[in-house]
């Protein structure tokens, strides 16, 4: 996969791109990142990105000829056009059914506001405007970031457990069940002893239910999307009286 990011601060990227799991997508060849400055788009000797809003307000808007000229620059010849991401507080919720569709593409583009936002005319070249919450960021290269993050991790090859992904939170629409490591016993707290059983049937069997309890608890709203099956919907009215949601 190819990402790249155009933004006004793109060694922001460094640490990031550069440590853990990204770095080692890079080194094994599955990922191809670049961070380009959006000033390299700009004709003054300030190289400026930015200027005051039309109609008054606060804040400065992020001018739009430098977009536009950037992705001519860079895409005019491209065999393929790349996914253009723009990053938003205005945009679709990123979610982790998102992250795996966006893994599936080959060449993903994302384009970061900052100061008040962008000219509205750059949203022309969007094919999809995300945000990864109700709040609002500094600049949209940590939002971007926390996408990044989500869809690499999706990759093949990129984890050192190919099914490590699978048994996360989200991934079928649950809550991940407790994690425990060494000691057993640690100041009168123990390990619940299915997990010492090795009978892996249990197990599993018992990280199951933790999921469907824990997201009952921690994010019922999850329920009404995940999937679960009637036996399982029964096990939760059984455990979680007075629930409604099921």
């Given at each position: 996969m190819k990402i790249e990011t155009l933004s006004v601060f793109p060694h922001c990227y460094d640490s990031v791109m550069g440590e853990s799991m990204m770095r080692i997508a890079q080194e094994k060849g599955i990922l191809e990142f670049t961070a380009h400055d959006?000033?390299?788009?700009?004709?003054?000797?300030?190289?400026?990105?930015?200027?005051e809003p039309y109609g008054g307000g606060q804040g400065l808007v992020m001018k739009c000829e430098p977009i536009f000229e950037a992705t001519d620059e860079l895409f005019s010849q491209a065999l393929a056009k790349p996914y253009i991401i723009f990053l938003s507080p205005t945009g679709e919720v990123f979610n982790e059914a998102i992250a795996l569709e966006l893994s599936q593409k080959e060449?993903?583009?994302?384009?970061?506001?900052?100061?008040e936002g962008i000219d509205e005319r750059a949203y022309s070249l969007a094919d999809r405007v995300l945000s990864i919450g109700d709040y609002v960021l500094t600049s949209?290269?940590?939002?971007?970031?926390?996408?990044?993050?989500?869809?690499?991790?999706?990759?093949?090859?990129?984890l050192g457990d190919e099914g490590s992904s699978v048994d996360e939170s989200f991934y079928d629409g649950l809550l991940e069940y407790p994690q425990y490591t060494r000691p057993a016993v640690y100041r009168d707290m123990a390990v619940p002893d299915v997990l010492?059983?090795?009978?892996?049937?249990?197990?599993?069997?018992?990280?199951?239910?933790?999921?469907?309890?824990?997201?009952?608890?921690?994010?019922?709203?999850?329920?009404?999307?995940?999937?679960?099956?009637?036996?399982?919907?029964?096990?939760?009215?059984?455990?979680?009286?007075h629930d409604e949601s099921l």
């Open positions: 959006l000033r390299d788009w700009t004709h003054d000797k300030h190289r400026t990105t930015d200027d060449h993903l583009f994302f384009i970061c506001g900052h100061y949209g290269e940590l939002a971007s970031m926390v996408i990044i993050d989500a869809v690499v991790r999706r990759l093949d090859g990129v010492l059983s090795g009978h892996h049937a249990n197990i599993n069997a018992w990280r199951r239910k933790q999921s469907l309890l824990r997201t009952q608890k921690l994010r019922p709203d999850l329920l009404q999307s995940a999937n679960i099956s009637q036996e399982e919907v029964d096990f939760l009215k059984r455990n979680v009286p």
